[in-house]
């Protein structure tokens, strides 16, 4: 079955130092990937995609990300985090071997930056 | 450019009942997607409409349904509602049936509590 994963629940950094949020992907064909941010009580803010190309793809507030194929991995990823960075992270892939419309989530990673 | 907006913010409900769900997708956008939050189950995909018609749909039981607009607006229906039903639901919207490439954007949610 095609999925995403996140293997870790938490991640905790403290402000100013650099963040990472990992997923990898288990999909047949080119799949579509893309992180989305959930604070609480809100909706998904979309981050960033990966369709084609360059593999590191830069997106909102600072994020970036690296497409890795041989290491099916889509790493979130952020120089300096900030304190308002804290929430919960969503990585997703949609296509794949077909249009299904609909996205296939990892299970979220909170992110806690501490002063 | 307003973004996607879901109406009601809160619906409280009893068991057994029917809930209705609404959503407006951005100005241009005429595929409409459902997901669900529930805790401990992450996000799934429930319904895909574009263009009027029902496109793709998860794994969920026929009591949930759904319909699009010819204004691109959509509703949710649950009926005979269970208490494993309380979730955040989610709406997003995207441009058409051109698929997993293009981005969904997400509303704020309907947190529906059934008692």
């Known amino acids: 079955a095609q999925s995403v994963a996140q293997p870790e629940d938490q991640v905790n950094v403290a402000e100013g130092n650099p963040l990472t949020v990992k997923c990898t992907y288990s999909?047949?064909?080119?799949?579509?990937l893309f992180w989305y941010v959930q604070y609480p009580n809100r909706g998904l803010q979309f981050l960033l995609k990966?369709?084609?190309?360059?593999?590191l793809v830069k997106g909102s507030y600072g994020f970036e990300a690296e497409f890795n194929k041989s290491q099916t991995s889509f790493h979130l990823k952020k120089p300096s985090a900030l304190v308002s960075d804290s929430a919960l992270y969503f990585c997703?892939?949609?296509?794949?071997?077909?249009?299904?419309?609909?996205?296939?989530f990892g299970q979220g990673t909170t992110l806690q930056v501490k002063p | 450019e307003a973004g996607v907006t879901q109406s009601p913010t809160h619906l409280i409900k009893t068991r057994g009942q029917q809930a209705t769900l609404r959503c407006s997708p951005i100005?241009?956008?005429?595929?409409v997607y459902w997901y669900q939050q529930a805790l401990g189950l992450g996000l799934q995909f429930l319904l895909w409409?574009?263009?009027?018609?029902?496109?793709n749909r998860g794994n969920f039981p026929p009591r949930f349904s759904g319909r699009q607009f010819p204004n691109y607006s959509s509703e949710l229906n649950v009926n005979a509602l269970e208490l494993e039903d309380s979730a955040l639901y989610l709406c997003?919207?995207?441009?058409?049936?051109?698929?997993?490439?293009?981005?969904?954007?997400f509303g704020p949610g309907t947190r529906l509590t059934v008692l």
């Open positions: 997003a919207s995207s441009p058409g049936l051109a698929g997993g490439r293009h981005t969904q954007y």
């Open positions: 999909v047949s064909g080119n799949p579509y």
């Open positions: 990966y369709i084609t190309g360059d593999n």
């Open positions: 997703a892939f949609s296509g794949g071997s077909g249009n299904t419309g609909k996205l296939i």
């Open positions: 100005s241009g956008h005429t595929s």
């Open positions: 409409y574009d263009e009027g018609e029902e496109r």
